[in-house]
């Protein structure tokens, strides 16, 4: 079996560089005031820029929670019995 990797988003890992390495990223939340983003799956790098820029709202982002990881990882489990996670310290 393969050794399947995991990493929260604050690598920045770029979309095309994750899928071509088999890097499963788990999105953090981007939040603008009382609207909340997954950060690459509902909002673009593009698009967070253009929001700072159009709006007064300063974001703020959340790591994902534990229940994201762990739907993550049961999921890998059935292709896989090596998952190896590489996340940000919070």
Same mark, same amino acid.
């Given at each position: 079996? &393969? @050794?399947k990797i995991v990493t929260d988003g604050s690598s920045d890992i770029p979309k095309?560089?994750?899928e071509e390495l088999d890097?499963?990223?788990v999105p953090? &939340? @981007?939040v603008f005031g009382d609207e909340a983003y997954l950060d690459g799956v509902d909002i673009t790098a593009d698009q967070f820029y253009t929001r700072?820029?159009?709006t007064k709202v300063w974001p703020t982002t959340a790591s994902p929670s534990i229940?994201?990881?762990a739907e993550v990882y049961n999921k890998l489990a059935e292709?896989?019995?090596e998952i190896v996670?590489?996340?940000l310290s919070t």
């Open positions: 079996m &393969t @050794v095309e560089i994750a890097i499963t990223v953090l &939340t @981007v700072i820029v159009d229940g994201q990881f292709e896989t019995d996670a590489v996340l």
